[in-house]
């Protein structure tokens, strides 16, 4: 089955939106870690619905119960096992919906591949499978402050027809965390906000994107050929659910320059070597180049919409439905400490692949 992810920092996730619990086990992160429930716990309240006008309604508190792997405040080497109990779910407001094909949901496919599902606020399609990733984001987050003194920062950076450019050099955390949409520039934060509550009240729903950075990274993490960091991190990133694309550095507008204006020459940056520019995006032959990692992932506007639309039920029937569900108008303000989990989680995993790589470095991790 396909609920696991890495190779040697590795998250399996459990769980359906309106079943008794969600989680995760993560297995491969180093002994001695200094980690405890409440480094979980900020991650976790970063992502919680109920947070604000433009997000879902639903009322969850997401507490997470750590079930193993840490003890005394470090981590053991062993499985991190951890819960998080639902308390809101109203599944009621599903009952009609049981035989019903939702456009733009994975209803259908589901029914397609396992031919039984929980049809209760999109089962494990929801998003509320992410709590098992973001929380072992969290532990990713923390070995890569550890070792490293870095983690992902991703922003919202556009809102439907509301777009800013943001420099992944100066974007902070506080900018970010600044407005409820987590849009670094106040300004478009308001006409993005705007936006959002104009299609809610219409019950309609908007897309977008979201940017990302993880700065302080060495050089050479990821594993060619077919592990390269921008792959593991496309697949990871496009394992959210809405997502649409994943580009890195100046992605689709690399097509418009020509070699001349798009390489990246290097110099000598102190103790390193660097790029002047930085239009890769921190990524050459799938490994790091010790700049910034920078990018992009799109999402759809929300599938679910308080409006009449037709569809089809199991038996191919016709008929016209309007969902009644708690629902994000548009996800991307709640997809932001996802998009920061999955980077983390691939960070996490090639670092640990990056110190077996070379015999010079286990030598001197050995000595
Ligand atoms: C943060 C976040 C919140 C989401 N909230 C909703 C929601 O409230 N309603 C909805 O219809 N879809 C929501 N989704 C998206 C659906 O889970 C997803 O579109 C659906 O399962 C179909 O999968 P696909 O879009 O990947 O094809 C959310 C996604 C994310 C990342």
């Known amino acids: 089955m396909n609920n696991s992810f890495g190779h040697s920092f590795v998250i399996t996730t459990f769980g359906e939106s309106h079943g008794v619990g969600l989680g995760v086990v993560v297995d491969g992160c180093p002994a001695g870690l200094e980690l405890c429930e409440a480094d979980i716990q900020r991650e976790l309240d970063r992502r919680k619905p109920g947070q604000s006008r433009i997000t879902t309604s639903r009322k969850e508190e997401d507490r997470v119960q750590v079930l193993s792997g840490i003890y005394q405040g470090r981590t053991l080497g062993t499985p991190i096992g951890m819960v998080i109990y639902n308390g809101d779910a109203k599944s009621d407001h599903y009952d009609d919906l049981k035989d019903l094909y939702r456009p733009g949901h994975a209803d259908f496919t589901y029914d397609a591949r396992f031919g039984f599902r929980d049809h209760r606020g999109g089962g494990r399609a929801s998003n509320r499978e992410a709590v098992g990733r973001v929380a072992g984001g969290a532990v990713a987050k923390a070995l890569l402050e550890t070792l490293l003194g870095t983690a992902c920062l991703s922003w919202v950076e556009q809102v439907h027809q509301t777009k800013i450019l943001v420099d992944p050099q100066t974007v902070t ?52 050929v077919f592990d390269k960091l921008t792959a593991d991190l496309a697949k990871a990133l496009m394992s959210i659910p809405a997502t649409r694309s994943v580009s890195f550095g100046l992605g ?73 569900g708690r629902h ?25 692949r990056f110190v077996s790589a070379d015999l010079s470095r286990l030598k001197k991790a050995l000595s």
Do not use: Y
């Open 173 to 224: 955390l506080e900018a970010i965390e600044a407005n409820e949409v987590r849009c670094p520039d106040p300004k478009a934060a308001s006409l993005m906000i705007e936006a959002i509550l104009a299609a809610k009240a219409k019950g309609n729903s908007l897309g977008g994107k979201i940017g990302f950075v993880v700065k302080g990274l060495p050089a050479g993490l990821g594993a060619p």
């Open 328 to 352: 994000d108008p548009c996800v991307l303000p709640r997809a932001v400490p996802n998009v920061d989990a999955m980077v983390n989680l691939v960070l996490a995993d090639h670092l640990l």
């Open 252 to 324: 689709e507008e690399a097509t418009l320059l020509t070699g001349l204006e798009h390489n990246d020459l290097f110099v000598s940056k102190g103790n390193r070597i660097g790029t002047v520019t930085n239009r890769a995006g921190g990524v050459l032959g799938g490994m790091s180049n010790g700049e910034p990692l920078w990018g992009h992932v799109t999402f759809k506007p929300t599938a679910t919409l308080l409006v009449d639309q037709d569809s089809v039920n199991r038996s191919g029937e016709a008929l016209t439905f309007k969902a009644k």
